[in-house]
Structures are given as structure tokens and as C-alpha cells.
């Protein structure tokens, strides 16, 4: 069970889960060390520099998720109508130092998770609500956390996965935002947007939560994807010739945090 699952966490109850596995978080990295089914030793330094950044970031996002992102307040009695500029959307830049983007791949007898870097971004935003965004992710600077396998990163990177030579980044950018209501995990939006990967463009629809306070702009939350679908077929079940022990699965997670902070006016 991939799509939002709480399974990496074990047997937690759900309050516990709740606590230590936050909706949003990426979920290799907030739940790793109550993990059953990891293999390899995660790297001290990698995970030790990402786990900062990360933890920073949720509390950035924490307070930015805690406002309704498609609510804004009324306008008072009788105010004039905003037009023209006031209308028009304001643009926030992604931090990257913020940011951050994990996967969690599985294969039978095991998994491994790591990181793509976010290389730049900018988010639209309407009074307080996110409208619009677009990302680009470094793919050359992709890494693997819980091994230090030089021989796994180079395969990662090769034809066989996501050709980074070839196609150094990512993309998504949104196309559409529908708020969401009553969520049992808290998200109140959902998300539809392009997703480009070794140049195959791909429409994938995610909840998520969203949240915008004080000229800064927060989007958090996970989603599965089939690699399939990007030309990423490397021991695919789909594949014939290949073994079963050898399969690994076609649904991968990634699990990010945006922030963004409204840019100067000049």
C-alpha cells in the first residue's frame, strides 16, 4: 500500500502516527527510525543535513498550514471592489534552501529513499491563496539516504532510470488548485499540474495542504507516481524477462515541502 500510506511507521497506534509521521512529511524521513522494513544504514551526514532542513521547513509550514487556504476574509461592508493590479496575482519565490523533495522506492526484499534536490520555483498567490506554481528539481543532484552505494547513485542516474546526462532536471507546474473540505488527513487542496520527467510530460492530480501568512507561501504533502509512464522501466513487472524476485515496483512516493516568500516590490 503506497498512496498516502502510514505504513513505514509500523504499528503505531493512530495518535502516535499522527505525531510522529505528520500528513505532508516526507514520509522517509519522518518516520525512518520507527521503520521495519529499511534496508542499508542511512548515511549520518546526509540524513543529519536534510533532517535539519527539513524539520526548519515543517515549522515554517506549520504555521502557514494552520490558516484555510481557499477562505479568505470577506471584504468589510461597502469596501470598493479591488480591481486591476490589486486583482492580479502576486508572485512568491520558492526557497530552495527550505525546500525539499523525497522519494521511497520499493523492490521485493527491500527499498531505499533519498532526495531530489529543488533547483527554483515561484508560486502565485491571490490574497491568501496559492493559485499557480511552477518547480524545477535538479535531477543530477539526486541522492540515495540510506546507502552510500556508489554503484545504486550511478545507476540511478543512468538510462536504465532517469538519464540525468541527458536530462539534468524535473518540472511541474500547476495548472489547476480545487479546494478540498473535511479531509480526514487535513489537506485542503487538490493539486493538478504537469509533471515532466526525461522530457515526458504527464498530467498528475495530489492532495495537499496549502497555506499562505505574512509574505510567505507553504505547500506540503505526498503522492505516488508510476514510472512507467515516463519511460522508467528498468525490471518493471510489465516486463516479461523480468524475474519475479527481481521486480521492483512501478509506484514510487515522493513527499515535499515548498516554501515561498513574496519577492520585493521594486
Known sequence: ?????????????????????????????????????WTGSPSPSSLSTHMKKL???LLVASTLL???????????????TATGRKDAAETYTVQTQLSSLGWLAKKVGGQHHGAVPVKEGAVQVKGKQIVGGSFTFDMAGLVVEDT????????????????????????????????????DRGNNAEVTGNLTVKGITKSITFPAKTGVKDGLA???????IDRTQFDIKYRSKSLLD???????????????????????RS
Open 148 to 183: 552510500e552505494s556508489p554503484r545504486l547513485l550511478a545507476h540511478l542516474k543512468s538510462d536504465d532510470f532517469f538519464s540525468t546526462e541527458k536530462n539534468p532536471t524535473a518540472t511541474f507546474v500547476i495548472t489547476s488548485l480545487k479546494p478540498i473540505k473535511n479531509d
Open 242 to 264: 523480468t524475474a519475479a524476485d527481481k521486480v521492483i515496483d512501478d509506484l514510487f512516493i515522493i513527499s515535499f515541502n515548498i516554501i515561498a516568500k513574496k519577492e520585493a
Open 218 to 224: 507553504s505547500a506540503t504533502g505526498t503522492t505516488t
Open 55 to 57: 524539520v526548519y521547513s
Open 66 to 80: 494552520a490558516l484555510p487556504a481557499f477562505t479568505p476574509a470577506p471584504a468589510p461592508a461597502g469596501a470598493p
Open 1 to 37: 500500500m503506497l498512496a498516502g500510506s502510514r505504513q513505514p511507521c509500523g504499528r503505531l497506534g493512530p495518535s502516535e502516527a499522527a505525531v510522529r509521521c505528520p500528513i505532508g512529511a516526507p514520509l522517509y524521513l519522518a518516520c525512518w527510525p520507527r521503520a521495519r522494513h
